[in-house]
């Protein structure tokens, strides 16, 4: 999935650590979008934003929080991770009136 | 509340076996039903947008087809490179024309 880069590929946590997934993209999309992927439950939204500077809640924002300074990259954020966060999480991007594009995922186990 | 039923969960193909994928959805202002492909370890990868009632899409073996209650995704004659799961989402107007997706069709065509 060429233009939307998603950082790390892979991360083993435990229980209360926190960390940060980086989502880049290259094609100057106005939307991003965080989405969280489980077995059985299809791909979920945790946040998303509309453009540089904003952001907002999507269907299962609890325990995370997201960023968007710039507007390439799209941060999501866990403070303390807990172990109902492991999952395999995608971003996405869009220009207006478009379809979704998104990353390769990041598979996020917590122990 | 957006929701998106996709039926059957999993189905199993001799190449060359054509098939159906169903995709029911209720949603408040359709904006568009999406059709993804996903392969493993991979995000999902886009086939197609359809729009309204009666309209129709077709890319090398696929077609999609849209009623006003559910879309159905038609393989002819599968080849075993078109084993994947097929997602099927639709966009609504509010939280950013944000996708609510099914769980998927895992598809798997044996040669």
């Known amino acids: 999935n060429a233009g939307v880069t998603q950082t790390p590929k892979f991360r083993v946590l435990k229980t209360g650590q926190s960390m940060t997934l980086l989502c880049a993209q290259d094609m100057n999309h106005e939307y991003m979008y965080w989405y969280r992927q489980d077995p059985g439950m299809g791909l979920r939204l945790i946040h998303y934003?509309?453009?540089?500077?904003?952001?907002a809640k999507g269907e299962v924002p609890d325990g995370y929080n997201v960023s968007r300074l710039k507007k390439q990259n799209f941060l999501l954020g866990l403070e303390s991770a807990a172990p109902s966060q492991t999952s395999v999480y995608f971003c996405a991007s869009r220009p207006s009136n478009q379809p979704q594009h998104f990353g390769d995922g990041t598979r996020l186990s917590i122990l | 509340e957006d929701q998106v039923t996709q039926s059957p969960e999993a189905l199993r193909l001799q190449e060359g076996e054509s098939s159906s994928l169903n995709c029911s959805y209720t949603v408040s202002g359709l904006r568009g039903l999406f059709w993804y492909r996903q392969d493993p370890g991979k995000g999902p990868e886009f086939l197609f947008t359809l729009y309204s009632a009666g309209e129709e899409k077709e890319k090398e073996r696929l077609k999609a087809t849209l009623t006003k209650k559910e879309s159905f995704l038609h393989i002819t004659a599968p080849k075993p490179e078109d084993s994947a799961t097929y997602l099927c989402a639709v966009q609504a107007p509010a939280a950013g024309n944000k996708l609510t997706f099914g769980g998927g069709t895992r598809v798997l065509v044996k040669p």
């Open positions: 934003s509309v453009g540089e500077g904003t952001t």
